[in-house]
């Protein structure tokens, strides 16, 4: 029962229900004490008229009417004359008055309970307004016991039927919470179950259609959460299948490329000038293709290869970018510029920081490109005692905006038309591994800046 919603609404109903009928019977019971006190007072009026009609009374006859009247003396006071009209003796001193006329709520409610709590009998002088205004005052003494036996059972009345009602109350909410709540709550758990068991099929998407609000936001929030879920599982379907496809044409392509790389052996032996010049170039890119594919046979589905780090001259690694770039340039007015310091070095991988600044050159030179207009593309390098960094500027057109808001996603962040967006994911995925960091420093209509920062000292233990 506490362990469901249903069970802990109808324990919490009786509780309200029944603080509430407390909070009820509190001036009920004073009120009833009230009535009491002046239904006495009212009876010792009418056995008062006994006497009025007839000076001289029998003592048995007095007896009578003080008995039906339930008090021990009767004093009416009338054109300012108080007259004792009934006696009889006291059977003890009395222990307090209470003037009924005009008296406060609070005084009542406080007068109620002490008696209800007061365990002993007392005698009590009771003032009031006789009925009918005859007469300036009517005053009674009256035992408590009575009052107080006739107090607790309409008080033990009233709590049976507060029980009664709360009891009522509750089984009605009970029925409602469990057809309005708890059955449409129950619906949507069933809905995550169905589609918890095969959640790549999109017909097990829940569909809106309750009623109250309230929960129909809940099964739009988890509608949209499904549709989310169910296209990630298939794009992420898709990278497999794509990740299998690229090993195997990395194999293949390995294979071309190591051909290949026995006939630039051969160049390289020319006599030529400007094949000696461009030979070296040519097998610096063969075998980063080369190296490229074995690494990418090696991930497969994983991640990339931790870096081998080592000191390498920045500069180098540069150059070789920005003469592999130039070669791409064709007829477009691009200009490149380096401002590296020829004796920095970096710790880094050299294959891996060349993929990376690689990267970066090849899409600014794209996005200038396709703008059809001239643009310059410069690598600044500087460092201080903590880290180096590696800025990267252009004069493009900037990044779009889908671009910047999925900037380091796979197949999302595409910077140019028909890119997949994998050279940044994979830029940072790099700089990561080298306890680095990748980031966009700015972008817009006037160009795009990165900068890479490679830390120099040792990861902390």
């Known amino acids: 029962m506490l362990n469901s919603l249903s069970g802990r609404f109808l324990i919490l109903t009786v509780i309200f229900v029944m603080l509430a009928e407390v909070l009820i019977f509190v001036p009920s019971i004073a009120r009833y004490r009230e009535d009491y006190l002046l239904s006495r007072l009212e009876r010792a009026q009418i056995a008062s008229l006994a006497l009025l009609a007839d000076d001289m009374i029998s003592a048995d006859l007095e007896e009578e009417l003080l008995r039906n009247a339930e008090v021990f003396n009767v004093v009416l006071r009338r054109d300012e004359a108080r007259q004792l009209m009934l006696s009889s003796p006291l059977p003890q001193p009395i222990h307090d008055t209470y003037d009924l006329r005009e008296a406060p709520a609070f005084e009542l409610i406080r007068d109620a309970m002490m008696r209800l709590f007061d365990t002993e009998p007392r005698v009590i002088r009771v003032i009031g307004s006789p009925v009918r205004e005859a007469g300036l005052l009517i005053e009674v003494t009256m035992e408590t016991a009575p009052l107080r036996m006739a107090m607790i059972d309409y008080g033990l009345r009233i709590l049976l039927l507060s029980a009664v009602i709360s009891a009522f109350t509750a089984v009605l909410l009970f029925m409602a919470v469990r057809m309005f709540m708890v059955r449409p709550i129950k619906g949507v758990v069933r809905h995550m179950q169905i589609y918890a068991a095969a959640p790549e099929d999109a017909r097990r998407i829940i569909s809106p259609t309750s009623s109250l609000r309230e929960l129909r936001e809940a099964e739009e929030a988890l509608a949209t959460m499904q549709t989310q879920l169910t296209g990630a599982l298939k794009q992420k379907e898709r990278l497999a299948q794509l990740g299998g496809a690229v090993a195997k044409v990395s194999h293949d392509l390995r294979n071309m490329l190591t051909s290949a790389q026995l006939f630039t052996d051969r160049i390289e032996m020319s006599e030529d000038p400007s094949v000696k010049r461009m030979a070296p170039k040519l097998v610096n890119s063969i075998t980063r293709a080369v190296h490229l594919c074995e690494s990418t046979l090696a991930f497969g589905k994983a991640e990339e290869p931790a870096p081998r780090l080592s000191r390498v001259y920045l500069s180098d690694i540069v150059s070789d970018v920005i003469d592999s770039e130039r070669l791409s340039v064709g007829d477009h007015d691009i200009s490149f510029a380096e401002d590296v310091p020829g004796t920095m070095q970096v710790r880094a991988d050299s294959e891996q920081l060349y993929r990376v600044i690689f990267n970066l050159v090849r899409n600014a030179r794209q ?95």
């Open 367 to 461: 996005a200038i490109a396709q703008t059809g207009e001239g643009g310059e593309i410069s690598v600044h390098a500087e460092e201080d005692e903590r880290c180096w960094m590696i800025r990267i500027d252009d004069t493009g057109p900037g990044l779009p905006k889908k671009a910047r808001e999925h900037l380091f996603t796979p197949f999302q962040g595409g910077a140019t038309k028909g890119g997949s967006g994998l050279g940044l994911a994979i830029a940072q995925e790099l700089i990561r591994g080298h306890g680095g960091d990748l980031q966009l420093l700015h972008t817009g209509p006037t160009g795009t800046a990165f900068v890479i920062s490679l830390p120099k000292g040792e990861a902390e233990q």
